[in-house]
């Protein structure tokens, strides 16, 4: 490549740059850069110096160069800086309580969290930095503020933010702990032999489908997880179910569903956007699709959430609804099933 080539690439990917202050002192550059980009950890700053990407005055430098006034220098890095940049948004956001210390969010179901790769807008944590941009764990730059926990972005339900760092390291401890209370109500295909029962295995990501968690014999892979459940209706083909979890595994109560050959209603990643349960009527298939249009994303809602408020250590609970939609499909299940047994 030419050398004018060489320099209109750098133009196109160069995502930082920094003109060094005259009283700049001696430093290393790894050191310099960890203070100046947000959201870039020192081993990512590393590793972009060994990749080539870090040049001072035009020239690749190592990470332990050491920086000196009126130096200039470019950093490349393999995303582009709106990955890496909170953008609040006058989103509308169902709050159920807040005070100095935390907020607790009802969220809508379809609400992606907090941004992350092809969802960097109008999720959980871009509305909640509007909603709380005074404070300084909101401001610009931080991309999961004040998160001790998250719920799928097709899960409706109860989240805790916290609003300081204090808070925020405290929650996390009674998360790591397993001291917190959550429930979710989950629609699943199939019945159960028990009204209760519990689900264990080791989850983690699923080797073929990177997308996809899985349930892995003990010492294989993953991490382990318990799953509590108690049958609250019995609605035919499908189950109403609570589920309580010691543990917090991404997708837990969808891949261990999954694993008991229970799959969450309309859940298309696990299995259960498809009939696997029934009649072969086209009557009855006309029936469960529209309960998929009419929901279209996993029946699972965080019902409840307990724990110690903390600063004052006051025990702590919220409990919510089930959202509009899994509601109206949980009550077109109950209709199907009584007007089924009157024509019998």
Known sequence: MKQDEQNDQKELYEHHRFDVDRGQSLLRIDKYLFNHLVNVSRNKIQNAA????????????KSNYKIKPEDII???????????????????????????????VNKDPNMVVH?????????????????????????????????VH?????????????????ALNRLAKQFYDRNTQRTY???????????????????GRNLKERMKMKVFNEGEHGKFAITHFKVLE???????????????????????????????????????????????????????QNCFKLMPRPALHAKSLGFRHPISGKPMFFDSELAQDMQVVVDKWRNYISNREIEK
């Not at 992350?116 to 991309?143: E, S």
């Not at 109500?185 to 989850?203: K, Q």
């Not at 997708?251 to 299995?271: K, L």
């Open 74 to 104: 470019s950093v490349v890095l393999p995303h582009p800086p709106h990955e890496f940049e909170l953008i609040p948004e006058n989103i509308p956001i169902n709050i159920i309580y807040e005070d100095d210390d935390i907020i607790v």
């Open 185 to 203: 109500v989950a629609l699943v295909w199939g019945n159960f032999d028990s009204d209760t029962g519990t689900i264990t295995g080791n989850i």
């Open 150 to 166: 998250r719920i799928d972005k097709g899960t409706s339900g109860i989240l805790v933010v916290a609003k300081t760092d204090l």
């Open 50 to 61: 060994r990749a080539g990407n870090i040049l001072v005055n035009g020239n690749p430098v």
């Open 115 to 147: 941004p992350g790769h092809g969802n960097y807008t109008g999720t959980l944590v871009n509305a909640l930095a509007y909603h709380l941009k005074d404070l300084p764990l909101f401001h610009k730059g931080k991309i999961r503020p004040g998160l």
């Open 234 to 288: 019995n609605l035919g083909y499908v189950s109403l179910l609570e589920c309580r979890l010691e543990t917090g595994r991404t997708h837990q109560i969808r891949v261990h569903m999954e694993f008991a050959g229970h799959p969450v209603f309309n859940d298309a990643r696990y299995g259960g956007d498809k009939i696997l349960k029934g009649t072969t009527f086209s009557k009855y298939r006309q029936f469960v």
